[in-house]
């Protein structure tokens, strides 16, 4: 299935062509041999923001990554401030991150800032990006690590505190006191917070001094899940555990680890559970044996995939559909110790659920070549830091976004060959990232531009995904570009999806036909489907 006799590249490469190994204008060295433009560092923060650093990249550490980027945050800092509060609270808000802590990490930066608005700007953020309480206590971590505990700060703190009602406070204590070295009672004894509420005050008494009796007794009387959290430690068997857990509605994080492997307790657990937790549980809850072919759970897990709105409304990333997907087909977790017999529908419910998050966006009509990086760095670079899914499998999933967003895509894959990848909107995103899985070579980005104008192709755009560290072409992929657009379409614009958090890409920011964006979400082809239009 490769392209390799429909055109030849010898054809396609002009004399007067500069490899890649060398420079053009206006270009810097990348990791990998070749060359490319230097991302600015508002789009560096964007990346960083959206796909994090960790695990690093194929070719750059993630200490030294991380420090690259933070680096680069820390100059948006300085010459925007309160325009990084603002982006990062965008971003952790609209759901268009996998993980949130690359936007704790910023707000932590922020928070610490030498100009006062950025630092009361991001001080009064704190409720707006760590919404949970494991993100105030990884966001507590991080700033420690910037500046110390000032006034502003603990006030900061106290409103996460203060900011929401009883009930879902407590729910955040009962699932998270402790992440890392943190605790939520250190938060609590250093933040202060007031309030006039005395359910609130009994809670907060809890939380405080979670080892006294009164407190104990109070928080029990007042909030069933307290109550449960602490009823469930003395549960007899897995019948009355399951019945403190339906009566109490606790979730998973409150029962003891023990408790967690009969049948019974996850079928309460899963009359509450948040769709988050429901979809990195779908292995468990068919080890237990709840999950069968025509089981009840499995249609109640079927009717909760189906509901868009509750997806968005959960902040369910398109990334970690396909990591539960292609963790639940393949039947075994990560290290290999749980494994489970796959349930097709529920297979087919993942792939419905990644397909509505994109099912809103207008398609532009417009024609579009969209080509994946499958080389070996793709291969190599975690996607947000999960050990089970690749930048590459992120990509091509991204490419089934577009797939079925628009009606006039061609897909291909690329190495340092071009790779036909003639996918259709009803295939499902397990296979399509199996059939990428085939290829991994060097690294063209200019192939895809070199196709499309050795087969005079009539496309509106073309949307590479991509690392962006080329280096095996003859050419440069912004001079195939540009010879596609004089001889075949000059209006053809060019989108370069950045995969990883790195500093470059193939097209210069001032092309204004070139855009050079970064993410794995619906947002990306609306933003694509905007800088068509417009
Ligand atoms: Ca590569």
Not at 166 to 176: G, N, P
Not at 208 to 224: S, T
Not at 261 to 290: C, F, H, Y
Request: proline letters at 5%; glycine letters at 8%; charged letters at 25%.
């Amino acid at each position: 299935m490769t392209y390799r006799r429909l055109f030849s590249l010898r054809q396609a490469v002009p004399q007067n062509a500069v490899p890649q190994s060398e420079p053009l204008p206006g270009q810097s060295p990348n990791n990998a041999g070749g060359h490319w433009y230097e991302v600015g560092d508002w789009g560096r923060l964007d990346r960083f923001l959206l796909l994090g650093s960790e695990g690093g990249t194929y070719y750059v550490g993630e200490r030294a990554l991380t420090r690259d980027n933070a680096m680069a945050v820390q100059r948006c800092l300085i010459e925007d401030g309160r325009r990084v509060v603002a982006r990062t609270v965008e971003i952790s808000q609209a759901g268009r991150a996998p993980r949130n802590d690359p936007a704790l990490f910023v707000l932590a930066m922020a928070a610490a800032a030498e100009d006062e608005a950025t630092r009361r700007a991001a001080l009064s953020a704190i409720p707006l990006v760590a919404r949970t309480g494991t993100h105030i206590l990884a966001f507590a971590d991080m700033v420690e690590g910037f500046r110390g505990w000032g006034r502003g700060l603990r006030r900061g703190v106290a409103r996460w505190f203060t900011s929401q009602d009883s009930d879902r406070l407590a729910l955040q204590a009962v699932k998270y006191m402790n992440r890392g070295g943190w605790a939520l009672r250190d938060l609590l004894r250093l933040a202060h917070p007031l309030t006039d509420e005395a359910a609130t005050r009994i809670l907060f008494d809890w939380i405080a001094h979670p080892n006294q009796a009164d407190a104990i007794g109070a928080a029990r009387a007042a909030f069933p899940l307290v109550d449960g959290l602490y009823r469930i430690r003395e549960a007899s068997g897995p019948t009355e555990a399951a019945a403190i857990i339906r009566d109490r509605r606790l979730p998973r994080e409150a029962v003891p680890t023990e408790k967690l492997t009969a049948p019974e307790v996850w079928e309460s657990l899963l009359a509450d559970m948040p769709l988050g937790a429901l979809i990195r549980n779908l292995g468990k809850l068919s080890q237990v044996g709840l999950l069968n072919i025509g089981s009840e759970a499995a249609a109640t897990v079927i009717r909760r995939l189906a509901d868009g709105e509750a997806l968005s409304r959960a902040r369910i990333h398109p990334v970690q559909v396909l990591l539960a997907l292609k963790t639940y087909a393949q039947g075994h977790g990560e290290r290999g110790k749980l494994s489970w017999i796959p349930v097709p529908a529920v297979v087919d419910a993942l792939d419905g659920a990644f397909d509505r998050a994109f099912a809103t966006i207008e398609p532009t009509g417009k024609r579009l070549l969209v080509a994946v990086d499958v080389s070996g760095s793709m291969h190599g670079t975690r996607c947000a830091g999960s050990p089970t899914l690749s930048a590459m499998e992120a990509a091509a999933a991204m490419a089934m976004g577009f797939v079925r967003t628009e009606r006039k895509v061609e897909v291909v894959a690329f190495d340092t060959e071009l790779h036909s990848a003639p996918l259709t909107p009803r295939q499902r995103l397990d296979d399509v990232v199996r059939l990428f899985g085939r290829w991994r070579g060097g690294t063209d980005v200019a192939l895809p531009m070199a196709y499309a104008l050795g087969r005079k192709l009539e496309v509106d755009a073309i949307v590479v995904i991509t690392d962006n560290e080329t280096w095996a072409g003859r050419q440069h992929p912004i001079q195939a570009l540009k010879r596609y657009r004089e001889t075949v379409n000059p209006a053809a614009k060019a989108v370069v999806l950045a995969a990883t958090a790195n500093a470059g890409s193939v097209v210069p920011d001032d092309d204004p036909l070139s855009l050079g964006c970064a993410g794995f979400d619906a947002a990306v082809p609306q933003v694509v489907a905007g800088f068509l239009k417009g």
